[in-house]
């Protein structure tokens, strides 16, 4: 997530406080989406639509 976060904020010029929350919302939505049995598709879709990276960086979340 520290790679994730490192990206917005020198990517996108989020604040650190904002690129936090950025992803704690994305955690939030992949929490749901897993309860709701979604697929890595599913995740790697929804990754990608909130930050614009490669699925690659999924990783970091998935390994917490």
Do not use: C
């Amino acid at each position: 997530m520290k790679r994730v976060v490192k990206i917005l904020m020198e990517r996108d010029g989020e604040s650190r406080e904002d690129a936090i929350e950025l992803v704690n919302n994305f955690t939030k939505e992949m929490e749901q989406l897993i309860e709701g049995k979604g697929t890595l598709d599913d995740a790697e879709e929804l990754f990608e639509l909130h930050f614009g990276l490669e699925p690659d960086y999924l990783e970091d979340f998935l390994l917490v």
